[in-house]
């Protein structure tokens, strides 16, 4: 059974987080001297000199009318980026624990544990991207804390098979987070759906993909209370600022426009699929359900160079394991995918 208390941090379970100003007073005054803030303005048209709500309460309010989830089960962070690194402080004892990951993914999860100094076991997907089960229950030891599945994953494109995600829930007494940076362009039903069936399960999204809004670095943690408290009280306290959480509110009202350009990004990656499949150094395109794209190529480095001359800047992902010859292309707008595969043709 799941216990929160058993994979806490002892430092976090005994901490006594900030208190901010404005954590001490919540409502309406007409005189705010409590802050050392700048009671004149900011030297702009906009005014910025208030600390902004540390919890984020009016985006989160308009998160959960989306996404169908009671406020006390978000977490907003500085990108999905600070989600990862919070829990990772969280959660992991720096030198003692370990955590699992699924190579090839997304770069952060290695990154965030080698600064906390967490020890990483990996258990490689399979040759078609999906879990070892097997292998990653058998490296699970009492050290273990998070197991991070990437869903649809990155580099890779393919949504991970939501039995095997549920048999590690069902199995590991930890954190599973899944990540689902991609999950807008995926016609798979995102695992928010099964938050109350599984207390030790943490869903990343983030408004940096689908929503556009890669600047503002918003991102979101869905998970039970007891876990949302935790990174609530180990965040810094104002980690979303206030031009941040104004914008990420009012493009939360547009759902039309981002569902509008998610339609044209799956049109627009069909097309691509079919346009690189006519050119003979292209090896394969693994299915993708995210707005990028897994290709294998006979010469990665040599195309990725070619597209740098030309102005157009792709990832080589070819000295990843299992990605030996890839590149990761991200759909763009149609005139830029033209643009694209004009360039290939000229490849030799
Ligand atoms: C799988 C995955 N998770 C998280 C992120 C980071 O998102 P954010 O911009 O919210 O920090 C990325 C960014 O590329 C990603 O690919």
Redesign the pocket.
């Known amino acids: 059974m799941f216990d929160i208390n058993n994979i806490l941090r002892e430092n976090i379970k005994n901490l006594k987080p900030y208190s901010s100003a404005r954590d001490e007073f919540q409502g309406e005054a007409s005189v705010y001297l409590d802050a050392n803030e700048n009671a004149f303005g900011s030297p702009l048209e906009q005014q910025y000199n208030r600390y902004p709500d540390p919890l984020q309460m009016e985006v989160k309010k308009r998160l959960s009318d989306i996404k169908g989830v009671p406020t006390s089960n978000i977490f907003l962070?500085n990108?999905?980026?600070?989600a990862?690194d919070i829990l990772f402080r969280s959660f992991c004892n720096p030198g003692i624990d370990n955590v699992i990951l699924v190579p090839p993914?997304?770069g952060?999860y290695e990154v965030s544990a080698n600064i906390n100094n967490i020890a990483i076991q990996r258990m490689p997907l399979t040759t078609d991207y999906q879990l070892n089960v097997d292998g990653i229950l058998n490296a699970i030891n009492e050290h273990t804390k998070l197991i991070f599945v990437?869903s649809p994953?990155?580099p890779t494109g393919n949504s991970i098979n939501r039995n095997d995600i549920e048999t590690l829930l069902t199995s590991f007494n930890g954190l599973v987070i899944v990540?689902e940076?991609?999950i807008n362009f995926s016609s798979q039903q995102s695992f928010i759906e099964n938050l109350t069936q599984y207390q030790n399960l943490v869903v990343?999204q983030?408004?940096?993909?689908a929503w556009g809004l890669?600047g503002l670095?918003?991102?979101m943690a869905f998970a039970s209370n007891e876990v949302i408290d935790v990174m609530n009280k180990v965040k810094p306290p104002y980690n979303i600022n206030e031009a941040s959480q104004q914008l990420a509110l009012q493009a939360l009202q547009n759902t039309e426009q981002v569902n509008s350009w998610i339609q044209e990004v799956l049109q627009e990656r069909d097309k691509l699929i079919i346009q690189l499949q006519s050119l003979d150094f292209v090896l394969n395109i693994y299915p993708s359900d995210a707005n990028f794209i897994l290709v294998k190529t006979t010469d990665a480095r040599g195309i990725y160079n070619f597209l740098v001359q030309h102005g157009i800047i792709v990832r080589d992902r070819s000295k990843v394991e299992l990605c030996e010859g890839a590149l990761r292309i991200t759909i763009g707008k149609p005139e830029e995918n033209s643009k694209l595969i004009e360039t290939l043709k000229n490849f030799k």
């Not at 990108?79 to 600070?82: L, N």
């Not at 983030?206 to 993909?209: A, E, G, P, V």
């Open positions: 962070g990108g999905s980026d600070e990862i993914t997304y952060m990437c994953n990155n990540d940076a991609y990343l983030t408004l940096s993909k890669a670095r918003v991102g």
